[in-house]
């Protein structure tokens, strides 16, 4: 038996030499031909190839040879390649060309991904048993000679992680001689987990990195969004006819709303008589351009929708081109519209673009559709949130993620999202985009909790941030009926108002009672007498003629809360059509300020605590340009908001510390104006005060005790709100200053009292000063991190801080007097 056999495998050795040259010509097409893929799907990829020496052959037919009968014909991988990826993305994208230009034997071919078991780890690589067929390979100019034409080769594609474990634990373990020990196979198990876990991190990162650079424009500020505009075209002016450059500038202008640069630029590449001929990135975006800057039915418009119905083709799969297409004959041709959505939507079912039209279009056929879109709508938000959590596809992302929390039934996460979309949106086409396609939900508004809340946000987002005559018309409409216009300064207070928070909101009482001594404008609120609301009423009555309550309410108020008709205590009472309350009351609140030509970034909004609705009216006062001022330590929503991330970032958010002093610098002590040429030099005086009292050495290295000239300029302004305010504080313990001679008793020393006021209030104004300059609290003082230790109330300061504010302002009568200025009692 054994003589025959080695007989036998001399024969099959000959005849394998003699087909041998054929392989090697095999081995060169395969390679030719996967380096040509590789250079656009895979441009790092590695690629080999090999014909099965003659070795190889002999000693696997040899081993195998009671499996096969005729090695020469039986074996697949007498021809071997094989492409090495950087990510498993590109392992998919190059296997799907593989699947399409060759013939595959699918019965020998396999995924050994699949055959691992949910708990296991190890060899993983892609195995195709091709075939070349008989017209050649598709696509690939290389003439294929037929004695290669009946032969099967493999081809392996794997990322560079699984090639790491393939190249050693597999060829030790798989092709070995002898079976390794238990300890050893453990070891390498866990190896094989840990390059699992790292190739899938590299997935995930690499995933989120094409998103980023396929998008990077729509995250830039509106001066680096300027200047990479003009970065791009002077690289354009030297490389005019490279249409991936025209692309990058045109997408980029138009996230600026320039559709003149766009059309500028991209033009040269089409040729109107054939676009056919035009690189598909060029058609889609110039016909997003003629569709967005030419109106419908003219002819520029029509020549847009004819380059997007050639980007959009089969082939190309792009769900942008058929997206903007879509879009194109929005009001024009609906049920067209509508067929557009559907197909974007089954090439992508989890593309937000795609996903939202579709559910759009198909909730005014077919209502029940949401029953069963829930899965698909919430895999769309964790795209959205992928997104914005690296800031891509902005204002998009947030706009997408507010519409599918609103069409699941999260009314509340979709007023968040929708005001945070609104802080990043730069133009008001953005706003009226993402208004238009909510106005289309509005048959099935009944079915949406919050669908008003969004609209309304929406068009106050646009008269707030994009003001104009007609915007602002259209939120006069919707004004409460039969009130004069609210009155500036306008301060809001909010917050908790449940019960089981009455006794935290009492403790805080004493604070803004105290911090609004000085406040004098309208107070709007919550218009009960529970919580916030109810304190709110008590300021007003313990200041009455300074401040002007103004409250907020439902129609119909629930039982649970006490609607406060005291006119000592609110002075004005406004209701929304509502049976409970709901983000209604304070939108309503800002329809009517908007409304008397009040701008939103004058109001202040003091925080404390706050469940749902409280965060809702952070968020939407963030969102219009207000500045939000949250009690620090109060908790609930107040705590939560300044720990969001999409939120925390934000320089109209501070946290104040719990400080009767901050509250009031926050509120607004309304200084008066001081004459330019009085108001440079005593700020000078104080800074140069401040400079001697603290004066080390001229080595210093300080910045703070820089001279005026070199000081920072955060420092000067510093300087320069303090020198403002001294009169505000003067007028709280009953002194004012002139140069002309005044009535009552002339100031040449503060006593302690007043000193001691006064540096309290001097420390407040500071914290709030530095707050809205963008400095927070941190261990170390640090100018270019803007962190200081020294933000908190005035009780924690640490007493030789305390006194150099007491020193500060105990020389104020001097500092005045200095200027021509004499301090004197208010008789």
């Known amino acids: 038996m054994q003589k025959r056999d080695r007989a036998w495998l001399g024969a099959q050795v000959a005849e394998y030499k003699e087909a041998f040259p054929h392989y090697q010509l095999y081995a060169q097409i395969l390679e030719g031909f996967l380096k040509w893929a590789a250079s656009e799907l895979a441009p790092l990829a590695i690629v080999q190839s090999r014909p099965k020496s003659i070795t190889s052959f002999a ?86 000679p037929p004695q290669v034409l009946s032969k099967s080769a493999e081809i392996q594609i794997r990322t560079v992680v699984e090639h790491a474990y393939a190249d050693f634990a597999h060829d030790v373990t798989y092709k070995g001689a002898f079976r390794l020990p238990p300890s050893w196979e453990r070891e390498l198990a866990g190896v094989a987990a840990a390059l699992e876990e790292a190739d899938q991190t590299f997935s995930r990162i690499e995933e989120k990195l094409t998103a980023y650079t396929t998008n990077y424009g729509a995250y830039l500020t509106e001066a680096e969004l300027k200047t990479e505009l003009e970065n791009l075209e002077v690289v354009l002016e030297f490389d005019p006819r490279n249409p991936a450059t025209a692309v990058r500038l045109a997408k980029l202008a138009h996230v600026a709303g320039d559709w003149d640069k766009a059309e500028r630029v991209l033009a040269p590449f ?20 003629f569709c967005k800057k030419y109106a419908p039915g003219s002819e520029e418009y029509a020549r847009g929708q004819q380059y997007l119905e050639v980007a959009s083709r089969p082939e190309f799969q792009d769900v942008d081109a058929i997206c903007s297409l879509a879009g194109s004959w929005k009001k024009v041709d609906e049920t067209k519209a509508r067929d557009l959505y559907r197909r974007a939507f089954e090439v992508d079912p989890y593309d937000t673009y795609a996903l939202g039209n579709f559910l759009e279009y198909e909730l005014r056929h077919n209502p029940g559709v949401l ?59 953005m706003v009226e985009t993402s208004l238009r396609s909510v106005e289309l939900l509005g048959s099935s508004a009944t079915q949406l909790p ?40 306008v301060l809001v207070l909010a917050g908790g108002t449940d019960t089981a928070v009455q006794e935290l909101i009492s403790s805080y009482a004493h604070l803004v009672m105290e911090g609004l001594a000085g406040f004098r404008g309208t107070l709007l609120s919550g218009g009960t007498t529970q919580g916030v609301s109810g304190l709110a009423g008590d300021v007003a009555q313990s200041y009455p003629g300074q401040i002007r309550c103004i409250g907020y309410l439902p129609e119909q108020v629930p039982e649970i809360a006490i609607r406060d008709d005291d006119p000592t205590r609110v002075q004005e009472i406004r209701t929304t059509p509502s049976r409970d309350f709901t983000p209604l009351e304070p939108l309503q609140s800002w329809i009517d300020l908007v409304a008397s030509g009040v701008s939103p970034g004058s109001v202040r909004v003091l925080g404390i605590n706050g469940g749902a609705i409280a965060g809702a009216e952070y968020r939407i006062a963030l969102a219009l340009g207000a500045r939000v001022g949250l009690v620090a330590g109060s908790g609930r929503e107040a705590g939560r908001l300044v720990a ?82 001294i009169k505000a504080k003067l007028h709280a313990i009953g002194c004012t200053f002139s140069r002309e001679p005044a009535e009552g008793e002339a100031v040449a020393e503060l006593t302690e009292d007043e000193i001691e006021a006064l540096a309290r209030l001097e420390h407040g104004r500071w914290v709030v000063e530095r707050l809205l300059a963008g400095w927070r609290w941190g261990e170390e003082r640090d100018l270019e991190k803007k962190t200081n230790p020294y933000l908190v109330p005035w009780a924690e300061l640490p007493e030789e801080v305390r006194e150099l504010d007491r020193q500060t302002v105990s020389k104020i009568p001097r500092l005045l007097g200095e200027q021509g200025f004499r301090v004197h009692r208010v008789s």
């Open 450 to 489: 919050g669908y008003e809340w969004v609209r309304l946000l929406l068009l106050l987002g646009l008269a707030a941030r994009f003001p104009s005559e007609e915007r602002t018309e259209a939120i006069r409409r919707l004004a409460t009926e039969g009130f004069d216009p609210i009155q500036e300064p």
């Open 644 to 725: 969001d991330p999409d939120w925390a970032g934000s320089d109209l958010l501070l946290e104040l510390p719990a400080d009767s002093a901050t509250i009031g610098a926050f509120a607004g002590r309304r200084p008066p104006a001081m004459p330019e040429d009085s108001l440079e030099p005593l700020a000078r005086a104080i800074h140069e005060e401040y400079r001697q009292e603290r004066w080390a050495s001229p080595q210093s290295q300080d910045p703070a005790l820089a001279e005026w000239d070199a000081l920072h300029p955060d420092l000067q302004s510093s300087n320069r709100d303090q020198a403002l305010d």
């Open 371 to 429: 029953r069963v879109a829930g899965p698909l709508i919430r895999r769309a938000i964790e795209r959205c949130r992928a997104h914005a959590d690296v800031g891509i596809n902005l204002p998009w992302a947030y706009y997408d993620m507010g519409k599918f929390y609103l069409l699941i039934g999260e009314p509340f996460k979709s007023l968040d999202a929708f005001a945070k979309a609104l802080t990043v949106s730069g133009a008001p086409f």
């Open 59 to 144: 000693e696997k037919a040899w081993r195998k040879r009671h499996q096969y009968d005729d090695p020469i014909h039986q074996l697949t991988d007498l021809c071997g390649a094989r492409v090495i990826c950087r990510t498993r993305s590109e392992v998919e994208t190059m296997s799907a060309l593989v699947e399409d230009r060759l013939d595959i034997d699918w019965e020998n071919s396999s995924d050994c991904s699949q055959r691992l078991r949910p708990t296991e780890f190890g060899y993983r690589s892609v195995h195709y048993i091709v075939q070349i067929g008989a017209g050649g390979i598709p696509g690939f100019d290389m003439e294929v």
């Open 270 to 289: 089409v040729e109107a008589a054939d676009p056919e001929g035009a690189p598909q990135p060029v058609l889609r975006e110039l016909g997003i351009t």
